[in-house]
T-cell receptor, first 114, second 115 residues
Protein backbone atom coordinates (compact mmCIF):
# COMPACT_ATOMS: atom_id res chain seq x y z
CA UNK A 1 0.00 0.00 0.00
CA UNK A 2 0.90 3.64 -0.17
CA UNK A 3 1.37 4.03 3.55
CA UNK A 4 1.11 2.31 6.91
CA UNK A 5 -2.44 1.17 7.49
CA UNK A 6 -3.95 0.50 10.89
CA UNK A 7 -7.31 -1.01 11.72
CA UNK A 8 -9.67 -0.40 13.26
CA UNK A 9 -9.34 3.37 13.49
CA UNK A 10 -11.48 3.39 16.60
CA UNK A 11 -12.34 0.62 19.05
CA UNK A 12 -14.59 0.76 22.08
CA UNK A 13 -14.49 -2.30 24.28
CA UNK A 14 -15.75 -3.36 27.66
CA UNK A 15 -13.33 -3.82 30.52
CA UNK A 16 -12.11 -7.40 30.65
CA UNK A 17 -12.51 -8.11 26.94
CA UNK A 18 -9.64 -8.95 24.61
CA UNK A 19 -8.83 -6.73 21.62
CA UNK A 20 -6.67 -7.10 18.53
CA UNK A 21 -5.16 -4.15 16.70
CA UNK A 22 -3.77 -4.60 13.22
CA UNK A 23 -0.93 -2.90 11.38
CA UNK A 24 -0.12 -3.25 7.67
CA UNK A 25 3.34 -1.77 7.10
CA UNK A 26 4.60 -0.34 3.85
CA UNK A 27 5.48 -3.18 1.49
CA UNK A 28 9.13 -4.17 1.78
CA UNK A 29 9.70 -2.47 5.12
CA UNK A 30 11.55 -4.81 7.45
CA UNK A 31 11.29 -2.79 10.67
CA UNK A 32 7.98 -2.31 12.48
CA UNK A 33 7.28 -0.42 15.68
CA UNK A 34 4.31 -0.16 18.06
CA UNK A 35 3.90 2.87 20.30
CA UNK A 36 1.16 3.99 22.68
CA UNK A 37 0.08 7.55 23.30
CA UNK A 38 -2.19 8.32 26.21
CA UNK A 39 -4.18 11.55 26.29
CA UNK A 40 -1.81 14.50 26.46
CA UNK A 41 1.23 12.25 26.82
CA UNK A 42 4.27 11.48 24.72
CA UNK A 43 4.92 8.32 22.76
CA UNK A 44 5.48 5.21 24.87
CA UNK A 45 7.48 2.49 23.14
CA UNK A 46 5.84 -0.95 23.22
CA UNK A 47 7.56 -3.38 20.86
CA UNK A 48 9.95 -3.35 17.92
CA UNK A 49 10.35 -5.96 15.16
CA UNK A 50 13.48 -5.91 13.03
CA UNK A 51 13.65 -8.37 10.16
CA UNK A 52 13.96 -11.94 11.35
CA UNK A 53 15.53 -11.03 14.69
CA UNK A 54 13.78 -11.62 17.98
CA UNK A 55 11.54 -8.63 18.72
CA UNK A 56 12.40 -6.09 21.40
CA UNK A 57 9.47 -6.47 23.80
CA UNK A 58 10.98 -4.33 26.54
CA UNK A 59 8.21 -1.71 26.37
CA UNK A 60 5.22 -3.97 26.83
CA UNK A 61 3.60 -2.79 30.09
CA UNK A 62 2.32 -6.17 31.28
CA UNK A 63 1.88 -9.76 30.21
CA UNK A 64 -1.61 -8.87 29.02
CA UNK A 65 0.07 -7.28 26.00
CA UNK A 66 1.53 -9.32 23.15
CA UNK A 67 2.35 -8.77 19.51
CA UNK A 68 3.29 -10.85 16.55
CA UNK A 69 4.37 -10.22 13.03
CA UNK A 70 3.46 -12.86 10.52
CA UNK A 71 5.56 -13.44 7.44
CA UNK A 72 7.57 -10.34 8.13
CA UNK A 73 4.65 -8.14 7.14
CA UNK A 74 1.35 -7.64 8.99
CA UNK A 75 1.53 -7.20 12.75
CA UNK A 76 -1.15 -7.71 15.38
CA UNK A 77 -1.05 -6.20 18.86
CA UNK A 78 -3.25 -8.11 21.29
CA UNK A 79 -4.41 -6.81 24.66
CA UNK A 80 -6.03 -9.36 26.92
CA UNK A 81 -8.45 -8.58 29.74
CA UNK A 82 -8.45 -4.88 28.89
CA UNK A 83 -8.35 -2.30 31.68
CA UNK A 84 -9.42 1.33 31.62
CA UNK A 85 -5.79 2.46 31.80
CA UNK A 86 -5.25 0.73 28.43
CA UNK A 87 -7.31 3.48 26.78
CA UNK A 88 -4.96 5.30 24.41
CA UNK A 89 -4.04 5.75 20.78
CA UNK A 90 -1.92 2.87 19.54
CA UNK A 91 0.46 3.88 16.75
CA UNK A 92 2.33 1.65 14.35
CA UNK A 93 5.30 2.66 12.19
CA UNK A 94 7.55 0.96 9.68
CA UNK A 95 10.86 1.70 8.02
CA UNK A 96 12.70 0.17 5.11
CA UNK A 97 15.46 -1.30 7.21
CA UNK A 98 16.25 -0.86 10.82
CA UNK A 99 18.14 2.16 12.01
CA UNK A 100 19.04 4.00 8.91
CA UNK A 101 15.94 5.09 7.09
CA UNK A 102 12.86 7.14 7.55
CA UNK A 103 10.04 5.82 9.76
CA UNK A 104 6.46 6.24 8.57
CA UNK A 105 3.49 6.15 10.91
CA UNK A 106 -0.06 5.01 10.51
CA UNK A 107 -2.98 7.09 11.71
CA UNK A 108 -3.36 5.00 14.83
CA UNK A 109 -6.10 3.07 16.56
CA UNK A 110 -7.96 4.91 19.30
CA UNK A 111 -8.85 2.37 21.98
CA UNK A 112 -11.44 3.22 24.61
CA UNK A 113 -12.08 0.77 27.43
CA UNK A 114 -15.37 1.39 29.21
CA UNK B 1 20.10 3.70 26.55
CA UNK B 2 19.13 6.58 24.29
CA UNK B 3 17.30 9.48 25.95
CA UNK B 4 15.83 12.36 23.98
CA UNK B 5 14.83 15.73 25.43
CA UNK B 6 12.98 18.56 23.71
CA UNK B 7 12.93 22.19 24.72
CA UNK B 8 10.72 24.14 25.06
CA UNK B 9 7.73 21.99 26.02
CA UNK B 10 5.40 24.61 24.58
CA UNK B 11 5.79 27.71 22.47
CA UNK B 12 3.29 30.38 21.44
CA UNK B 13 4.28 32.92 18.82
CA UNK B 14 2.60 35.46 16.55
CA UNK B 15 2.33 34.70 12.88
CA UNK B 16 5.40 35.57 10.84
CA UNK B 17 8.02 34.90 13.50
CA UNK B 18 11.02 32.68 12.88
CA UNK B 19 11.44 30.07 15.59
CA UNK B 20 13.74 27.32 16.78
CA UNK B 21 12.84 24.03 18.42
CA UNK B 22 15.55 22.12 20.26
CA UNK B 23 16.24 18.42 20.61
CA UNK B 24 19.06 16.79 22.56
CA UNK B 25 20.05 13.14 22.75
CA UNK B 26 22.40 11.24 25.02
CA UNK B 27 23.87 8.62 22.67
CA UNK B 28 25.69 10.49 19.91
CA UNK B 29 26.47 7.34 17.93
CA UNK B 30 23.31 7.68 15.86
CA UNK B 31 22.78 7.03 12.18
CA UNK B 32 20.12 9.68 11.70
CA UNK B 33 17.65 11.92 13.46
CA UNK B 34 14.09 12.48 12.38
CA UNK B 35 11.63 15.30 13.01
CA UNK B 36 7.88 14.67 13.00
CA UNK B 37 4.75 16.73 13.23
CA UNK B 38 1.59 15.56 15.00
CA UNK B 39 -1.75 17.29 14.65
CA UNK B 40 -4.37 16.74 17.38
CA UNK B 41 -5.97 13.31 17.10
CA UNK B 42 -3.73 12.31 14.20
CA UNK B 43 -0.72 10.12 13.59
CA UNK B 44 2.80 11.38 13.04
CA UNK B 45 3.93 12.96 9.78
CA UNK B 46 7.62 12.82 8.92
CA UNK B 47 9.08 16.27 8.26
CA UNK B 48 12.81 15.80 7.86
CA UNK B 49 15.39 13.05 8.24
CA UNK B 50 19.02 14.05 8.75
CA UNK B 51 21.63 11.38 8.18
CA UNK B 52 24.61 11.38 10.53
CA UNK B 53 26.86 12.40 7.62
CA UNK B 54 24.78 15.53 7.06
CA UNK B 55 24.83 18.74 9.03
CA UNK B 56 21.45 20.00 7.92
CA UNK B 57 18.40 19.25 5.82
CA UNK B 58 15.88 21.67 4.33
CA UNK B 59 12.29 21.36 3.20
CA UNK B 60 10.45 24.53 2.30
CA UNK B 61 10.33 26.79 5.37
CA UNK B 62 11.82 24.07 7.57
CA UNK B 63 15.50 23.59 8.25
CA UNK B 64 16.88 20.96 10.58
CA UNK B 65 20.47 20.80 11.76
CA UNK B 66 22.38 18.04 13.47
CA UNK B 67 25.46 18.25 15.68
CA UNK B 68 26.30 14.72 16.74
CA UNK B 69 29.28 15.69 18.85
CA UNK B 70 27.16 17.85 21.12
CA UNK B 71 24.12 15.59 20.92
CA UNK B 72 21.84 18.30 19.56
CA UNK B 73 19.46 18.97 16.72
CA UNK B 74 17.42 22.05 15.99
CA UNK B 75 14.36 22.57 13.82
CA UNK B 76 14.10 26.06 12.41
CA UNK B 77 10.74 27.25 11.11
CA UNK B 78 10.82 30.41 9.03
CA UNK B 79 7.93 32.84 8.71
CA UNK B 80 5.60 30.79 10.91
CA UNK B 81 1.94 30.43 9.96
CA UNK B 82 -1.15 29.41 11.97
CA UNK B 83 -1.15 26.15 9.99
CA UNK B 84 2.18 25.28 11.58
CA UNK B 85 0.43 24.86 14.93
CA UNK B 86 1.01 21.26 16.02
CA UNK B 87 3.22 19.13 18.25
CA UNK B 88 6.73 18.66 16.92
CA UNK B 89 8.65 15.54 17.90
CA UNK B 90 12.21 14.46 17.31
CA UNK B 91 13.36 10.84 17.36
CA UNK B 92 16.77 9.20 17.36
CA UNK B 93 17.50 5.52 16.80
CA UNK B 94 19.71 3.36 18.96
CA UNK B 95 23.05 2.97 17.21
CA UNK B 96 23.92 -0.42 18.62
CA UNK B 97 23.24 -2.99 21.26
CA UNK B 98 20.30 -5.31 21.43
CA UNK B 99 17.82 -2.73 20.19
CA UNK B 100 19.76 -1.44 17.24
CA UNK B 101 17.60 0.97 15.27
CA UNK B 102 14.82 1.36 17.82
CA UNK B 103 13.46 4.91 17.74
CA UNK B 104 13.41 6.93 20.95
CA UNK B 105 11.18 10.00 21.00
CA UNK B 106 11.33 13.26 22.88
CA UNK B 107 8.23 14.52 24.70
CA UNK B 108 7.55 17.03 21.96
CA UNK B 109 7.13 20.79 21.65
CA UNK B 110 3.57 22.08 21.38
CA UNK B 111 3.64 25.00 18.96
CA UNK B 112 0.85 27.53 18.67
CA UNK B 113 1.07 30.22 16.00
CA UNK B 114 -1.63 32.84 16.45
CA UNK B 115 -2.78 35.23 13.73
Amino acid sequence: GAGVSQSPSNKVTEKGKDVELRCDPISGHTALYWYRQSLGQGLEFLIYFQGNSAPDKSGLPSDRFSAERTGGSVSTLTIQRTQQEDSAVYLCASSLKYGNTEAFFGQGTRLTVV
Amino acid sequence: KQEVTQIPAALSVPEGENLVLNCSFTDSAIYNLQWFRQDPGKGLTSLLLIQSSQREQTSGRLNASLDKSSGRSTLYIAASQPGDSATYLCAAPNAGGTSYGKLTFGQGTILTVHP
